[in-house]
T-cell receptor
């Protein structure tokens, strides 16, 4: 079945550091790929998506490029701030059925001032 | 203003009891979902509804029953509660163009259920 793998479970950074979270997917067809962010006490919030090979999604300084060849959608940000501390989820739009989003296990990002 | 309202925010239940989690969305969406988040399985898909019809059920147990009385409502009834059911349950919705596969899915703030 379709699945998403996030390599990093936790990432600890200082402000202005570069952030990379690795996301790889396994799916039939050509799924849309998403990044969501979740703050404490909140539900996940849409960050951005990409729908085709080599398409770049971006929002709030975060970006990721859909790579069908390596089945990846890695999240990057050049200079993180303390306010970026949150849990980040990579997700894919399920190609069949009504499942909507399939999420990875999430990456907790902690940014210290 | 929250566009997806979940009630209650916190819920404590006794093992073996039954509870209903309430969800209302005011985004005009036709597709609604339930997800569960726990330490064991983060953000696990449970159900999807489209135009008040069940489209997908990935919950193995029949103890979990979604109920859609109105277009913008999707409640979740859980019977014979077990401690393992302790989790945060998120209601979500999206436009139904392709049932969320390619569009933004909006989430509520969740109901945190603790079964003792």
């Amino acid at each position: 079945g379709d699945s998403v793998t996030q390599t990093e479970g936790q990432v600890a950074l200082s402000e202005e550091d570069f952030l990379t979270i690795h996301c790889n997917y396994s799916a039939s067809g050509y799924p849309a790929l998403f990044w969501y962010v979740q703050y404490p006490g909140e539900g996940p919030q849409f960050l951005f998506r990409a729908s085709r090979d080599k398409e770049k999604g971006s929002s709030r300084g975060f970006e990721a490029t859909y790579d069908k060849g390596t089945t990846s959608f890695h999240l990057r940000k050049a200079s993180v701030q303390e306010s970026d501390s949150a849990v980040y989820y990579c997700a894919l739009g399920a190609y069949q059925g009504g499942r909507a989003l399939i999420f990875g296990t999430g990456t907790t990002v902690s940014v210290s001032p | 203003d929250p566009k997806i309202i979940q009630k209650p925010k916190y819920l404590v239940a006794v093992t073996g009891s039954e509870k209903i989690l309430i969800c209302e969305q005011y985004l005009g969406h036709n597709a609604m979902y339930w997800y569960r988040q726990s330490a064991k399985k983060p953000l696990e898909f449970m159900f999807s509804y489209s135009y008040q019809k069940l489209m997908d059920n990935q919950t193995a147990s029949s103890r979990f029953q979604p109920q859609s009385s109105k277009k913008n409502h999707l409640d979740l009834q859980i019977t014979a509660l077990k401690p393992d059911d302790s989790a945060t349950y998120f209601c979500a919705s999206s436009q139904d163009r392709d049932r969320g596969r390619n569009t933004e899915v909006f989430f509520g703030k969740g109901t945190r259920l603790t079964v003792v």
